[in-house]
């Protein structure tokens, strides 16, 4: 089994989401010993954002593109091989904002991708990445996932129907949350790994 760590965290070894993602991860080996795992870190080896280079490299056949255009979707390609090869995805979400951190959605932006990770039919858009497992793991300094809290949760429900769109329907959510609040930071982190069944 091959497992892909994307981390979006700029805090390092600091990150809760990181350490959520690799409590997942450990649980993974365990179950299945042998497996191998590919890190992304998409924090200090970011994805640029698009920009009209990009666009235009995606709509145009890959043996017309030019030296630039070619370049241009190198990332892209990257991305979607990583995504591709995988058989399990742990990705690590921590909570910018209310939302995911900018450089998950540079990644997200460059997995997504008209006929070659999704497809439109005549009953709608069919996403192509099928068969794969993922696990977001999320980490907030606040509690979102219920309370008054939850309708400011724009990460989780953007990840599910994005993802999902790419044909990524088997979701596993599990939450590092109350990090920043005295009662809940203690254990926030081991009651996220708990929270998973592998």
Not at 126 to 140: D, F, M, N, Q, R
């Amino acid at each position: 089994m091959q497992i892909l760590h994307i981390i979006s965290s700029a805090r390092g070894a600091e990150s809760f989401s990181t350490r959520l993602g690799q409590g997942i991860i450990d649980k993974l080996l365990a179950a299945q010993p042998g497996s191998t795992v590919v890190v992304r870190n998409v924090a200090t080896q970011p994805f640029p954002h698009l920009e009209e280079a990009h666009l235009q490299a995606y709509f145009t056949p890959a043996e017309g593109r030019s030296p630039e255009q070619q370049q241009a979707v190198r990332h892209s390609d990257e991305a979607i091989a990583q995504v591709m090869a995988a058989d399990v995805l742990v990705i690590g979400v921590p909570f910018y904002n209310f939302t995911i951190a900018s450089s998950l959605k540079a990644w997200l932006d460059h997995l997504t991708r008209a006929g070659i990770t999704f497809r439109y039919t005549a009953t709608g858009p069919e996403g192509l990445i099928t068969g794969k497992k993922v696990y977001l793991a999320v980490a907030s300094g606040g509690i979102y996932s219920e309370g008054p809290q939850q309708p400011y949760d724009f990460a989780v429900p953007y990840l599910r129907w994005m993802l999902s769109f790419l044909g990524l329907t088997d979701i596993t959510v599990a939450r590092a949350e109350g990090v920043k609040l005295p009662e809940f930071q203690a254990t926030a982190l081991q009651k996220g790994i708990d929270s998973v069944a592998v």
